[in-house]
């Protein structure tokens, strides 16, 4: 199903304009580090160690920072357990869950495509 943007704002207002806090949630999730985590968390829960090396490339700052962003929108769940050496887990929430319905096959396109597109770029 195909919508267009006139017909979101339609129904939703004059979203995705500037200082829109739609374009602030798009940032957070469709970043290429904000993607790549949320595809790593469609697993299940992660480890800082294990989510740093599924997540290639990441550095420990932008994984920090996009693990921060994405607890303080809802979206990934932070459970740190009171044991030595401390544990901490990360997982999708409800909402990130959700998302990542909607997300997925967007992310599986871009894997099936991604070689022709950039061949022909």
């Given at each position: 199903?195909?919508?267009s943007l006139a017909e979101i704002r339609e129904t939703s207002g004059e979203v995705f304009t500037d200082g829109c806090p739609?374009?602030?949630v798009l940032d957070h999730i469709m970043s290429k580090w904000g993607v790549l985590v949320l595809l790593a968390l469609t697993d299940g829960t992660h480890r800082w160690g294990?989510?740093?090396r599924e997540v290639q490339g990441i550095s420990e700052k932008m994984l920090a920072s996009t693990l921060r962003t994405l607890e303080?929108?809802?979206?990934?769940a932070r459970t740190s357990y009171p044991e030595v050496p401390p544990r901490?887990?990360?997982a999708l929430t409800?909402?990130?869950?959700e998302l990542m319905d909607h997300m997925l096959p967007l992310v599986q396109w871009v894997a099936l495509r991604?070689?022709?597109i950039v061949r022909e770029a």
């Open positions: 199903m195909m919508v739609t374009r602030v294990e989510l740093r303080a929108d809802g979206i990934v901490v887990e990360y409800e909402l990130g869950r991604a070689d022709g």
